[in-house]
């Protein structure tokens, strides 16, 4: 894949303000069909586990499935844009949601709490058939990534306004920052539902890493300004507040803001001398 080929698919800045927003980004039917088709007969299998941070290239071999999947140009180019080259992984799983099973997932996310503001893992969840409402896609809660949460406290919340629940084409990616809210939804049709997930850490600084050309953008803060209807007043002004922390890390602009949310903040005037 040529330099070229590599920037063209990378995520761009309106794209990162979404997913540092929301705390997902979705690709709809980025996977070839034959590569689908495959992972129909590969998966049920299973894959096997890789130590905690192994390289992408130790966890997967040349040729397997998961290495071709990682390398379909759109895949390849978020990962790039989210986590840079070279990552590790924290730990992957196929996960099988039986037909007619009668249970779901409690909403959760998918660390300890997890309090780092300038840096994220990222986590590629791979639907290779398509989902419908019956099968009890993935349910989200957008903008809950950046809210201190441990695994799943949040178990106790049924239903949040403006949760997203998949439905989606097959090949179908969506890219999780590892704090969001989510959880596996009851399958009550008759096909069972598969989903392959893998976990990513970042080894290089989370620093511009996608295409910056569209930097300046006006979509850039209007995307980072976005608010969720299960928000609270008061305390959506601190979601907009982590995001412009997130966003700075991103970017390496202490002067970026949001309505001033952070620069209030931060003001720490010197003691005037005679």
Not at 109 to 118: E, K, M, Y
Request: glycine share 8%; charged share 25%; with cysteine.
């Amino acid at each position: 894949m040529t330099e070229k080929t590599r920037t063209e698919h990378l995520l761009n800045s309106v794209q990162m303000a979404h997913f540092v927003s929301h705390g997902a980004i979705r690709l709809d039917a980025v996977v070839p069909e034959e590569l689908n088709d495959e992972a129909m007969r590969v998966l049920p299998a299973g894959v096997p586990p890789v130590p905690y941070g192994t390289p992408v290239v130790g966890a997967y071999p040349e040729g397997s499935f998961v290495r071709r999947l990682l390398a379909v140009p759109r895949i390849a180019g978020a990962v790039r844009s989210l986590v840079g080259p070279g990552p590790n992984i924290d730990h992957h799983a196929v996960h099988v949601r039986g037909p007619r099973e009668g249970e779901a997932q409690p909403l959760h996310a998918d660390a300890i709490i997890d309090v780092r503001p300038d840096a994220f893992d990222v986590q590629l969840m791979y639907y290779p058939h398509a989902v419908t409402l019956e099968m009890g896609g993935t349910l989200s809660v957008p903008g809950s990534h950046l809210r201190r949460t441990n695994e799943s406290d949040t178990g106790r919340y049924q239903n949040l306004r403006g949760q997203d629940r998949l439905v989606c084409p097959a090949g179908t990616v969506v890219f999780l920052h590892h704090g969001l809210w989510h959880g596996g939804r009851r399958n009550d049709s008759d096909t069972p539902r598969y989903m392959f997930k893998i976990r990513f850490n970042p080894t290089v600084r989370q620093r511009l890493l996608w295409d910056t050309s569209d930097l300046t953008d006006p979509r850039v803060a209007a995307a980072l300004d976005t608010d969720f209807p299960w928000y609270e007043q008061a305390t959506g002004r601190l979601e907009r507040y982590q995001r412009v922390l997130m966003w700075r890390a991103l970017t390496g602009d202490d002067t970026f803001d949001l309505d001033h949310w952070v620069t209030r903040v931060s003001n720490r005037p010197q003691e005037a001398t005679t």
